[in-house]
C-alpha cells in the first residue's frame, strides 16, 4: 500500500534527508515503475542537470527516468554554462529554478551542494559529492530488496574507501535497521560525522562495525559490496590508494567467507583487478547490472515524490 507523499518539493541532499517510511515509500514506489504496475506523468517539468564530475549512469538515469514521466532534461555542462567561468552559486541557483521545477548536481565539495539548495527554490537532489552518493543508496537498497524480499536479517559488508558511496550506505542501513560493516585501511575510515548520525537513527548502536580487515568483516555476509579506490579528483593519489588498499580486493577467498547465497555489488565504474577481480564481477554472486538498472527505477521513484 503506497503511503501518502511527504516529499513533495524537498531537497534530496543526503540520505539523512529522508525517514524510514519515506525511505520504504520511494522503494515501494520504484518497484512498481519497474514491473510497470505504475504510470505517473509529469508532462513539461524540467530537471537541470548540473555536472562538474563525469558521470555514465547517474546522467542518464537521470534522462530516461524524466523521459518517462513525460518532462524532460537540460544538461548543464559547466564548461559551456557561466557556472564554469565562476558564476556564484547562489546566482546560478537563483536563476535556474526559475526555469526548472527540479535540478540534480554532481560536484566536489558537499558545501556547495548546500549552497545550491539554500538559494534554490526547487527541489535539489544530490548526484554524487565527494561526502554522499544518496541516489546510488536509493537503487543499492533496491536490488537487496529484490534479493532477500526483506531487510530483516541482511548483513551488508563495504569493502573499500570510507567515503561518499559508504557513507550513504551507513546512513541508509541505518534507516534500515540493518547490520553494515565497513571494511577499509587505516586512514581511510568514514567521517565521524557519518558514523555519529548513523548511531542517532539507529536504536542497535552495534550494527554498524568499522574494522580495517576485511576477512573478518565478510563473515556470512549476505552483500559484498565495494567502490573504486581512487575517487574522482583524486587521480593523483592513485599510485598511493594502490599501495594502501592493498589486501582490500573482493576477490574468491573473500566470496567463499561469506554466506553461500551472497550477492556482490559495485556502484560502477569498476577497475578489474583492484577493487575486484574479473572473476567475482562476473560470477553467479553479482547482482552489479541489476543495480545499476535500479538506479533508473529509484530515481524515477525519487522524481515523482519531489514533483507531487
Ligand atoms: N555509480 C555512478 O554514480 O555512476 P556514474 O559515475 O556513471 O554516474
Ligand atoms: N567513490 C566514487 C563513486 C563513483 C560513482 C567516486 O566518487 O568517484
Not at 558564476?87 to 558537499?110: G, N, W
Not at 587505516?186 to 550494527?207: R, S, V
Not at 598511493?240 to 573482493?250: A, M, P, Q, R
Request: proline share 3%; glycine share 4%.
Amino acid at each position: 500500500m503506497l503511503q501518502p507523499n511527504k516529499l513533495a518539493n524537498k531537497n534530496f541532499l543526503s540520505s539523512l534527508d529522508i525517514s524510514t517510511e519515506e525511505l520504504m515509500h520511494v522503494l515501494e514506489l520504484a518497484s512498481s515503475f519497474k514491473n510497470k504496475d505504475l504510470n505517473l506523468k509529469f508532462d513539461g517539468k524540467v530537471l537541470g542537470l548540473i555536472f562538474d564530475k563525469s558521470s555514465t549512469r547517474t546522467r542518464v538515469s537521470f534522462q530516461v527516468a524524466m523521459s518517462r514521466l513525460g518532462g524532460s532534461t537540460i544538461d548543464l555542462n559547466p564548461t559551456t554554462s557561466q557556472i564554469g567561468r565562476g558564476e556564484p552559486i547562489k546566482d546560478t541557483a537563483r536563476v535556474l529554478s526559475r526555469y526548472c521545477d527540479v535540478i540534480a548536481i554532481r560536484t566536489f565539495d558537499h558545501s556547495d551542494l548546500e549552497e545550491y539548495a539554500k538559494w534554490s527554490t526547487k527541489p535539489v537532489i544530490n548526484a554524487l559529492t565527494d561526502f554522499e552518493h544518496p541516489c546510488q543508496a536509493l537503487a543499492d537498497f533496491l536490488t537487496i530488496h529484490e534479493e532477500f524480499l526483506d531487510f530483516k536479517d541482511v548483513v551488508l559488508t563495504f569493502i573499500g574507501d570510507g567515503n561518499n558511496v559508504a557513507n550513504s550506505l551507513i546512513l541508509c542501513g541505518a534507516l534500515l535497521g540493518i547490520e553494515v560493516r565497513i571494511a577499509c585501511p587505516k586512514g581511510y575510515e568514514p567521517h565521524d560525522l557519518i558514523i555519529n548520525n548513523a548511531k542517532k537513527i539507529c536504536k542497535n548502536k552495534n550494527l554498524l562495525k568499522i574494522t580495517n580487515d576485511p576477512i573478518t568483516a565478510v563473515q556470512g555476509a549476505n552483500v559484498l559490496y565495494t567502490d573504486v579506490w581512487s575517487s574522482m579528483g583524486e587521480e593523483n593519489q592513485k599510485e598511493e590508494k594502490d599501495k594502501d588498499f592493498n589486501g582490500f580486493t573482493i576477490d574468491s577467498n573473500l566470496v567463499e567467507k561469506a554466506d553461500k547465497d551472497a550477492i556482490i555489488l559495485h556502484c560502477l565504474p569498476a577497475y578489474r583487478s583492484k577493487e575486484i577481480t574479473d572473476e567475482v564481477f562476473e560470477s553467479k554472486h553479482s547482482r552489479i547490472f541489476d543495480q545499476a538498472e535500479n538506479r533508473l527505477h529509484a530515481q524515477q521513484a525519487l522524481l515523482s515524490c519531489l514533483l507531487s
